[in-house]
């Protein structure tokens, strides 16, 4: 696909977006028809909401330093399951490595859709074999599967399709929007699969979801990526920002990572994560903090916690302290 011309989109373009945009922060998306109307929509799509959403995917694998679990020199097929413009794909490909995936399956229910991110993916890796599907399989061999901004499009029976896929995958990466309903689906989701699959991220420890006790209901599990440093810079994403009513600086997400039953756990249990941004003050700050005895708003100390209170200020995504 040619990159687009950013700074040539007209009124009815940005028209376009809000429209789709309406349509992703609805919480009933689920049974919608095809909402892809042609492939400038999806070109639009891939060079704006996409790129968002790719960042998130780079902050979450460079996160989980994902070649971790490549290290017995597998490959891996790859399905993208509601693949979109394929930007989800591109970034597995570009974090874990080409060498580590032997082909490339996409899968999404507007065929519009599955054309344009095969034509996308086709070309940024031509040298992985990529397979269009016409419905759901299960691949042969080692394979991952891959999930992204499409928990609250899903109905309940499509959800039990995803999730008896996801039990025969050696990994499933799920990335969604940092809300709070599509983080509290993905926790339900954790729930319906911890005793088939290990969870690998961004949990430490394989015990219940603290954020299910009656306390924490108002919370849920996010965390914030940085967009790249040049996107300040750039005009077209200030015209984007305000067209769109979006802050550039926050990318909420919300992920889990999981690996079959006989994976090792990378985590260790004895780390508490930290959730959300924390609330800083003088001298002390409030912490939103997961371990496995649960979820619980601490209060640190500056001076005790030191290169923590000043990471945060360039890195936000995700913090792992021991108290
Ligand atoms: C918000 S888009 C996200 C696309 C892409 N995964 C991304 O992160 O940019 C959701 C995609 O899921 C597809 N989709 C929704 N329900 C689906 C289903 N049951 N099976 C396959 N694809 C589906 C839609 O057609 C759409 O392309």
Known sequence: MDKMNQEKLNSADWESLKSLRTIFLSETAGGQKDYWSSSHLLELYHETFAQRIGWKWDAVLKDFSAKAIFNKKESYTVLDYGSGT???????????????????????KSRQAMEFSAQNLEKRFPKIPLT??????????????????????????????????????????????????????????????????????????????????????????????????????????GLFSRNLNIDLRSLPVSYLILGKKDTQALATSSEARIIGRPRLYKGNGKFLLCEESGVDDVLLLEKNHRSLFKDYKKDIFSKSIVK
């Open 86 to 108: 394929g930007i989800a794909t591109e970034k597995i490909v570009e974090h874990l490595g080409a060498d580590n995936i032997s082909d490339l399956w996409l899968w999404d």
């Open 132 to 237: 269009k599907l016409s419905e759901v399989q299960v691949p042969g061999g080692n394979w991952i599967l891959i999930l992204s901004h499409i928990v609250n499009e899903l109905s309940k029976k499509e959800l039990i399709e995803v999730l008896s896929l996801a039990e025969k995958a050696d990994y499933v990466f799920w990335v969604e929007p940092g809300t709070h309903s599509t983080s509290r689906r993905l926790i339900e989701i954790r729930k319906k699969v911890l005793e088939k699959m290990v969870v690998l991220a961004p949990c430490q420890h394989q015990k219940a979801c603290g954020m299910l006790s009656a306390k924490n209901e108002p919370h849920w599990c996010h965390h914030f990526a940085s967009p790249p440093q040049e996107v300040f810079q750039h005009s077209f994403w």
